[in-house]
């Protein structure tokens, strides 16, 4: 069975700092890998989505992520942030071709942005 | 585009008594999806539907837990009877075949 790990529960960081936020999952096959954010309130959204070609994905609001397939990796990144990138924000990983389109997600990063 | 639309958003209910969650997917998406999200966690799914067929719902717990989506659009979850343990957020999601998923706002289960 697939398993997607985010590796920070808790991120607390100041405005005009470069956030990472890690992710790694675990399957073998081939598979289409998400960011999903939720703002405090608000409902899950997709910040991007790579499928396939340039393992640099850019998404909305500056954020981009960098498929690794020898490291299973999905890193996003965004190189400034703002007060309002205070959000949690979900790794999800969909295994593609078996068992339909079962998005598994990581347990979520909690990312503070200090004004 | 209106989005995934989710009724009610929040729910409060005494252990025991029964609960339905309803979802209205995005126009002419086919697949629906009901997940659970506990606090602190991601979501989890419990039943997938493609049209009106239910295709996956191997972590929907069958004793309490039931779905239906009769005309392949809108959809009922329903509980019962609610236990303490299932206080959680309900969401839905929806896409056009095996695409992105897009998530409703979800309702928020209080069992007391």
């Known amino acids: 069975a697939q398993s997607v790990s985010q590796h920070n529960h808790h991120v607390i960081l100041s405005e005009a700092a470069s956030l990472e936020l890690g992710c790694n999952y675990s399957?073998?096959?081939?598979?289409?890998l998400f960011w999903y954010v939720q703002y405090p309130g608000q409902h899950l959204q997709l910040l991007l989505k790579?499928?396939?070609?340039?393992?640099l994905v850019k998404g909305i609001k500056g954020f981009e992520a960098e498929f690794i397939k020898s490291k299973f990796s999905f890193n996003l990144r965004k190189p400034s942030v703002q007060w309002s990138d205070t959000a949690e924000y979900f790794c999800?990983?969909?295994?593609?071709?078996?068992?339909?389109?079962?998005?598994?997600f990581g347990g979520g990063t909690r990312v503070l942005v200090k004004p | 585009e209106a989005g995934v639309v989710q009724s009610p958003r929040y729910k409060i209910i005494e252990k025991k008594q029964p609960v339905a969650f309803w979802c209205n997917p995005i126009s002419g998406h086919n697949t629906l999806y009901w997940y659970l999200q506990n606090l602190g966690q991601g979501p989890e799914l419990l039943i997938r539907?493609?049209?009106?067929?239910?295709?996956?719902d191997s972590q929907l717990p069958k004793d309490r837990f039931s779905a239906e989506r009769l005309k392949g659009v809108d959809s009922t979850l329903k509980i019962q009877p609610a236990e303490l343990g299932d206080s959680a957020v309900y969401l839905c999601?929806?896409?056009?075949?095996?695409?992105?998923?897009?998530f409703g706002p979800g309702t928020r289960l209080t069992v007391l």
């Open positions: 539907y493609e049209n009106e067929e239910a295709v996956d």
């Open positions: 999800a990983v969909n295994s593609r071709g078996a068992a339909g389109n079962k998005l598994t």
């Open positions: 399957y073998g096959g081939t598979v289409n």
């Open positions: 790579y499928f396939s070609g340039d393992p």
């Open positions: 999601a929806s896409s056009l075949l095996e695409g992105t998923q897009y």
